[in-house]
């Protein structure tokens, strides 16, 4: 039997805040599966894990605009997205915007 922190045994949940964490070192990292509100939906498999909201916030964007930051979380997560992950909805911010945006 393996080893529960191997990657097979995680959710893609888990999988993503360790992917994130790792790439981003992010200062607040909130990952929300989404799946259940698109049942039905294109891309949605029976299963779910298809579907998340991601805040990150991250010194790693300070002088990234939205579409660099966005790049970069995808590229990060792209085996996620070959392996059946439909959907991300993005926030991404700078400690300094998070703070501004009062969350």
Known sequence: MGDMNEPNFLSRAE???AVLTQAFAPVLLRVVDDSAHHAGHMGAAA?????YSVLLVSEAFRG???VARSRAVH?????EFAGGM?????RLRTPEEHERAGE
């Open 47 to 51: 299963g779910g894990q298809t579907h």
């Open 15 to 17: 999988r993503l805040q």
């Open 86 to 90: 439909h959907a991300l909805a993005l």
């Open 64 to 66: 990234m605009n939205r």
């Open 75 to 79: 590229e990060a997560l792209a085996a």
